[in-house]
């Protein structure tokens, strides 16, 4: 099916470039571009966040102190000071 796009000259030029290179059409070289494109769309939609790589290992662990989360930067500020000490 035919279909008309307008590059600027420097796309055009590397479509070119890439198609003597591959010794490939101009055509050949947009439609496996179009190709990897899509299949790189496919694999970002599946898991894009931090968070959806390591799902299923929030909540997974049981015990330990449960105020992890609580005052973190005082304690922190302790930590820091504690470790301090023990230079001098």
Do not use: W
């Amino acid at each position: 099916m035919p279909l008309s796009v307008r590059l600027d000259a420097k796309t055009e030029s590397l479509i070119g470039r890439l198609a003597r290179k591959r010794q490939q059409s101009k055509s050949e070289v947009i439609r496996d571009a179009i190709g990897v494109l899509a299949k790189q769309e496919e694999k970002g939609t599946e898991k894009k966040r931090p968070y959806d790589l390591v799902a299923h290992l929030i909540g997974c662990v049981k015990g330990g102190p449960p105020d992890l989360s609580v005052n973190t930067g005082e304690k922190f500020h302790q930590l820091l000071l504690e470790r301090r000490r023990k230079r001098q």
